[in-house]
């Protein structure tokens, strides 16, 4: 088993046009979305938490000042989400890591159960990456191996690390009940919050 750290990269940059608010900012459950993605990757034992930022990145900030982890502004968020994940994926490249966990900052269902679920995956095998597989996809959030941090350092525009995940020979996945679940639009939030407000508490 690797017992090296894994880092996480949290995606929250985007200017959230359809939403027309931050959707870093919206509370779920009583808790910025941003706040409780950071939250969850703590919990989870994940060695170091840098936050990527960008759009309303000071206000953004404000939200998880108070946490125990690291920021980032990508001065490119506009160009897309591919740019942020290789902005997050420098900051930690050159410390001596097991993996790093890439993930959005807006899947509302995610849980520091499914996090770990995803990290000692990637702790017993020998994978390049460990992704979440939900409404019959893979995807978010996802662990990738430190041969594959070149990679996601080269992303640009709105490629995000799916083709990568998909070319790897060695991945393996966990399933992630309800991670298709994300806000984008108004109608979205809607939904969300009522959503949150039947889900039984753990």
């Known amino acids: 088993m690797n017992v090296a750290p894994i880092a996480a990269v949290i995606l929250a ?13 919206v509370h779920v459950a009583g808790q910025p979305l941003v706040r409780r993605t950071a939250q969850t990757a703590i919990d989870s034992g994940c060695s170091s938490v840098v936050v990527v930022l960008g759009s309303a990145a000071a206000v953004v900030r404000t939200a998880v000042d108070d946490l125990p982890v690291r920021y980032v502004t990508n001065p490119s968020w506009m160009e897309g989400v ?6 997050g994926v420098r900051v930690v ?19 520091a159960v499914i996090l770990t679920a995803l990290v000692n995956r990637f702790r017993q095998g020998d994978e390049q990456v460990v992704a979440s597989r939900y409404a019959g996809t893979v995807g978010p959030p996802a662990i990738f191996a430190p041969e594959l941090f070149g990679h996601l350092m080269k992303l640009r525009g709105d490629n995000g690390a799916k083709r990568i995940l998909q070319a790897s020979s060695r991945t393996a996945t966990v399933n992630f009940p ?3 679940l994300d806000i984008d639009t108004e109608e979205d939030l809607r939904k969300t919050r009522t959503i949150v407000r039947n889900t039984p508490k753990k």
């Open 178 to 180: 309800g991670g298709e």
């Open 13 to 25: 940059a985007g200017g959230s046009t359809r939403l027309g608010q931050p959707k870093q900012l």
């Open 82 to 87: 591919g740019t942020s994940i290789a902005c």
């Open 93 to 111: 490249a050159d410390h001596q890591l097991a993996g790093c966990l890439v993930l959005p900052c807006d899947q509302i269902m995610l849980t």
